[in-house]
Nanobody
Framework: QVSLVESGGGLVPPGGSLRLSCHVS????????IGWFRQAPEKEREGVSC????????WSADSVKGRFTTSRDSAGTTIYLQMDNLKPEDSGRYYC??????????????????WGHGTQVIVGP
């Protein structure tokens, strides 16, 4: 199994930046993707970005395109989410998760099976 630990959240003013990290550890590495999701109070969890292991490319939701960037370290054990020009509507708890099915959809949380505990992002004055 794998363990995922998110870090890097915090309070930032509108227009500011944060970099979230997701460290992956464990004995099972045959997942197909690592995704970033977020959930605001009283809202459904939504997909933000996703790194596909086989193609080594990434997907981003329309709401964050041009502002958020996904990358990974050389060892492939840490996935980063660089968030720039943050807006109040970006506030929420951010989670990373792994997809264990080959026919996953980056935007669908139901396709991701292993989750971290999340890190809180608050965009405000």
């Amino acid at each position: 199994q794998v363990s995922l630990v998110e870090s890097g959240g915090g309070l930032v003013p509108p227009g500011g930046s944060l970099r979230l990290s997701c460290h992956v550890s464990g004995s099972k590495w045959d997942f197909f993707a690592i995704g970033w999701f977020r959930q605001a109070p009283e809202k459904e969890r939504e997909g933000v970005s996703c790194f596909r292991r086989s193609s080594r490319d990434s997907w981003s939701a329309d709401s964050v395109k041009g502002r958020f960037t996904t990358s990974r370290d050389s060892a492939g054990t840490t996935i980063y989410l660089q968030m720039d020009n943050l807006k109040p509507e970006d506030s929420g708890r951010y989670y990373c998760a792994t997809a264990w099915r080959s026919n996953f959809d980056c935007s669908e949380s139901r396709d991701f099976d292993s989750w971290g505990h999340g890190t809180q992002v608050i965009v405000g004055p």
